[in-house]
């Protein structure tokens, strides 16, 4: 099973752009997709998007004007970009591997976005 | 989208007690179905896929069924560290939707 660490800047001001990378330890980065979720404070999970190691992808397209997902397989990273965050992008954000399902996550990181 | 709503939002029960949370789809989502854990502070972990298939490691008081758009995530006997949220969520199809949460508390 493979095990996924994340890290990436915990405070941003208001239009700034979020940045996460996450690493895969373990397991054929290759067989997997590998995906991004968050969890706003004391909500629930929203999905924002996934990619393969060729770098196939999909958004949620409630974020997709602002996302992008992509992927180094050379050093078994993926990372998660999103533009021009607000309050409401304020949440925990996972990294997780797998596409039907999400069998491995991240430990979370906590996105505060704040003037 | 496809709306994932379950049932109850939270629910009290004491150890032992026989726990069944519900999930539906609003539409069709045939065996597309998994079920998290999630205890406060930490990232989810995979209970069941694919509807009724068990996750390596996971307890066999933990079973799902259901197919189409009714589901259901039951505990045989409810343990101490079962106390938690559970979320189940639709992969048929992106957006790949969670339902709400189900918070299981101690009575």
């Known amino acids: 099973q493979v095990q996924l660490q994340q890290w990436g800047a915990g405070l941003l001001k208001p239009s700034e752009t979020l940045s996460l990378t996450c690493v895969v330890y373990?397991?054929?980065?290759?067989?997997?997709?590998w995906s991004w979720i968050r969890q706003p404070p004391g909500k629930g999970l929203e999905w924002i998007g996934e990619i393969n190691h060729s770098g196939s992808s999909n958004y949620n397209p409630s974020l997709k004007s602002r996302v992008t997902i992509s992927v180094d397989a050379s050093k078994r990273h993926f990372s998660l970009k999103l533009t021009s965050v607000t309050a409401a992008d304020t949440a925990v954000y996972y990294c997780?591997?797998?596409?039907?399902?999400?069998?491995?996550w991240g430990q979370g990181t906590l996105v505060t976005v704040s003037s | 989208d496809i709306q994932m709503t379950q049932s109850p939002s939270s629910l009290s029960a004491s150890v032992g007690d026989r726990v069944t949370i519900t999930c539906r789809a609003s539409q069709s989502i045939s065996a597309f179905l998994n079920w998290y854990q999630q205890k406060p502070g930490k990232a989810p972990n995979l209970l069941i896929y694919?509807?009724?298939s068990l996750h390596s490691g996971v307890p066999s008081r933990f079973s799902g069924s259901g197919s189409g758009t009714d589901f259901t995530l039951t505990i045989s006997s409810l343990q101490p560290e079962d106390f938690a949220t559970y979320y189940c969520q639709q992969s048929y199809s992106t957006p790949r939707t969670f339902g709400q949460g189900t918070k299981v508390e101690i009575k």
């Open positions: 997780a591997s797998g596409q039907v399902w999400l069998d491995s």
């Open positions: 373990g397991g054929s980065f290759s067989t997997y997709y």
């Open positions: 694919a509807a009724s």
